[in-house]
T-cell receptor, first 115, second 109 residues
Framework: IAGITQAPTSQILAAGRRMTLRCTQD?????MYWYRQDLGLGLRLIHY???????GKGEVPDGYSVSRANTDDFPLTLASAVPSQTSVYFC??????????????FGPGTRLTVL | GQNIDQPTEMTATEGAIVQINCTYQ??????LFWYQQHAGEAPTFLSY????GLEEKGRFSSFLSRSKGYSYLLLKELQMKDSASYLC??????????FGAGTTVTVRA
């Protein structure tokens, strides 16, 4: 593995079901992020983690939860999916939140459809 | 909060130059990023500005004026592969990125 991987690539989900999107990075980055991307709205931050063991809320956190048990993994869970959560979800990581460059690198994305 | 504006679409001819403008209003400022995103793919990092002025990187250049809340991305010698969306992103006082909606650039032969 090199970089960030996400799984699944795409998923169709019935409303009300629980779903976990997986994200793994092998760059030993401290910070990780979850975004959703919707047409005309750009990327919006859902949750973030500055380091293992800590998480924080972004711009659109409602209906989503995250955990950061170790450096490499940052799963995103939809407890009870609703159609408005249909989107493309991107995971990203950066070496250190707040660093002088702190460039974020993105995974390939998960296309989620909630019916 | 952040307010980031960039044009929705631009079209240019192969070999030409295109300038994508980005204006922003931010609570705290810790740098501005440009990303490129091809259809169906992940955003990839292009450039970073934190001080006023021009940063040049091959055919791509990015400019920042902090006092005006303004940046542009300049794409020179356009190639067909440059057809993509270009995302302007501002890092705020809490070191979080806020993205504009993106500018879709279409390069025509």
């Amino acid at each position: 593995i090199a970089g960030i991987t996400q799984a699944p690539t795409s998923q169709i989900l019935a409303a009300g079901r629980r779903m976990t999107l997986r994200c793994t990075q092998d760059m030993r980055h401290n910070a990780m992020y979850w975004y959703r991307q919707d047409l005309g709205l750009g990327l919006r931050l859902i949750h973030y983690s500055n380091t293992a063991g800590t998480t924080g809320k972004g711009e659109v956190p409602d209906g989503y939860s995250v955990s950061r048990a170790n450096t490499d993994d940052f799963p995103l869970t939809l407890a009870s999916a609703v159609p408005s959560q249909t989107s493309v979800y991107f995971c990203a990581s950066s070496a250190q939140a707040g660093g002088s460059t702190d460039t974020q690198y993105f995974g390939p994305g998960t296309r989620l459809t909630v019916l | 909060g952040q307010n980031i504006d960039q044009p929705t679409e631009m079209t240019a001819t192969e070999g030409a130059i295109v300038q994508i403008n980005c204006t922003y209003q931010t609570s705290g400022f810790n740098g501005l990023f440009w990303y490129q995103q091809h259809a169906g793919e992940a955003p990839t990092f292009l450039s970073y500005n934190v001080l006023d002025g021009l940063e040049e990187k091959g055919r791509f250049s990015s400019f920042l004026s902090r006092s005006k809340g303004y940046s542009y991305l300049l794409l020179k010698e356009l190639q067909m592969k440059d057809s993509a969306s270009y995302l302007c992103a501002v890092r705020d006082g809490d070191y979080k990125l806020s993205f504009g909606a993106g500018t879709t650039v279409t390069v025509r032969a």
